[in-house]
């Protein structure tokens, strides 16, 4: 399958921007989520920078969009190297996908792979004349009409490896090609065409009501039916060995009386027989049973009311802990092993989730940060014009770097003097409460400021 690393550096071009078409094609994109939800954009920028990059994706692309959607830069990286419609190297004018899954292999993809092989080398590698690159990928969704290929945009189906040859030859001469099934197959339809509701009288409405007609014709012609054969014998051996039938609705049906108490008094015997009220009376002995009593039963008259007229305590008295005082600080739970920062991480983030539900929806982040926290002092511009880079920070790529200097924060030393209430206010602006802390921005800006020794 898929080598999914980036290009050799020889092959990285060194810088990548957005043309102003595409640029502002990307706000658009960008503008369809919340505030703080702009990552889920990643695929449809990627997406087009690559196709203004010429239908790959260089380093440059990666970081470019990262910065664009204030994201580290491993985190677009993720997203590129794990979908195989981003090409991460150079591909030819005509890039060639060619599905191997499980229904094309069954239905020649094979030999498409051996023709490209043979005619254009390995996978990945552009053909001399720069028209050409191939790379076998999964499922495309045309199983129907497999085996197929993907083409840049377009799916090419019903494929051989000569009708695949004839389509490259064309694509490269500027020939006009046929997009879909090679074959002529319509849509999805079986192979050879249609060959099921092919009976016209079935859709036509012909149909309607056919079926009384014919039941009526067959009623007026049928004479009156004479039982022979074998329905004949079944009603003679019915008649003769007649079943046992259920008795009608209300009718009486002797059953066994049942032996309840109800039933004992109104027989005018005692409502408890003697034999039962001695088994009740009887401690040790279950009265649902009969038989001696097993050990370790119950005492029947171990009862909460006698336990405590004989100055022991009730049941439900033994282990019972004194309710706290509603004024006294609740016990600690044992430590879950969780670190500092996690526990910190976990706690501003119920509180600030706590704070902005009365916030209404539309809130500006700086609306939002303020009902939490409180800004952290900025400077006007960095000192002596030489700002600290701020994504030696682990968790502050290059998007949150310009955000924070839009903070007028442009140095380690202003980020590891930030209080708790700043921490949190500026968590909650860049719309991740908590991660300053899992991640220890604060800890790794006093590492970065201290004098060197």
Avoid at 16 to 37: D, V
Avoid at 135 to 142: D, H, S
Avoid at 431 to 453: T, Y
Wanted: net charge negative; proline share 8%; charged share 25%.
């Amino acid at each position: 399958m898929a080598n999914r690393r980036l290009a050799p550096a020889s092959e990285q071009p060194q810088s990548f921007a957005f043309s102003p078409e595409n640029a502002e094609w990307a706000k658009t994109q960008i503008a369809k989520y919340p505030e703080g939800r702009q990552a889920s954009a990643v695929i449809p920028l990627l997406w087009k920078a690559q196709e203004q990059n010429g239908g790959w994706l260089p380093r440059a692309a990666i970081e470019a969009v990262a910065a664009e959607l204030g994201m580290p830069n491993i985190r677009v990286l993720e997203v590129a190297t794990f979908y195989t419609m981003f090409a991460l190297e150079p591909v030819g004018r005509f890039w060639i996908q060619v599905c191997g899954t499980v229904p094309c292999d069954s239905c020649g993809a094979r030999g498409l792979k051996e023709m490209l092989q043979a005619r254009l080398g390995a996978p990945g590698h552009v053909s001399p004349d720069g028209n050409f690159s191939w790379l076998e990928v999964e499922c495309l969704g045309a199983c129907c009409n497999a085996p197929m290929v993907q083409i840049n945009q377009d799916y090419y189906e019903d494929l051989t490896p000569e009708s695949l040859g004839q389509l490259m030859d064309d694509l490269a001469a500027g020939r006009p090609v046929k997009i879909g099934s090679q074959t002529g197959r319509v849509s999805s339809e079986p192979l050879g065409g249609a060959d099921t509701l092919t009976d016209p009288t079935l859709y036509d409405g012909s149909r309607v009501g056919a079926w009384r007609k014919r039941f009526e014709e067959a009623g007026k012609s049928a004479e009156p039916a004479a039982k022979t054969g074998e329905a004949a014998s079944s009603t003679q051996q019915a008649a003769e060995n007649p079943k046992p039938a259920r008795p009608d609705a209300g009718r009486p049906v002797e059953r066994t009386v049942s032996d309840a108490p109800a039933q004992r008094a109104a027989d005018g015997e005692t409502p408890v027989k003697p034999e039962d009220r001695a088994d009740a009376a009887e401690r040790g002995r279950s009265t649902a049973k009969h038989g001696a009593a097993r050990q370790g039963d119950a005492d029947v008259l171990d009862s909460p009311a006698k336990r405590v007229t004989e100055g022991e305590p009730a049941a439900g008295e033994q282990g019972h802990q004194e309710a706290p005082a509603r004024d006294a600080v609740p016990q600690q739970p044992e430590a879950s092993g969780a670190s500092e920062g996690e526990v910190a991480a976990e706690a501003e983030e119920a509180r600030v989730a706590g704070a902005l539900a009365a916030l209404p929806k539309d809130a500006s982040p700086e609306q939002k940060a303020d009902a939490v926290g409180k800004r952290p002092a900025g400077l006007d511009a960095a000192r002596a014009g030489q700002p600290d880079d701020l994504t030696r920070i682990r968790g502050i790529g290059p998007g949150n770097s310009q955000r924070l200097n839009g903070l007028g924060i442009y140095h380690f030393d202003q980020i590891a003097a930030w209080s708790r209430d700043e921490i949190t206010w500026v968590g909650t602006y860049l719309a991740f409460p908590g991660r300053i802390d899992r991640e220890n921005w604060v800890g790794q800006a006093k590492a970065l400021s201290a004098p060197a020794q």
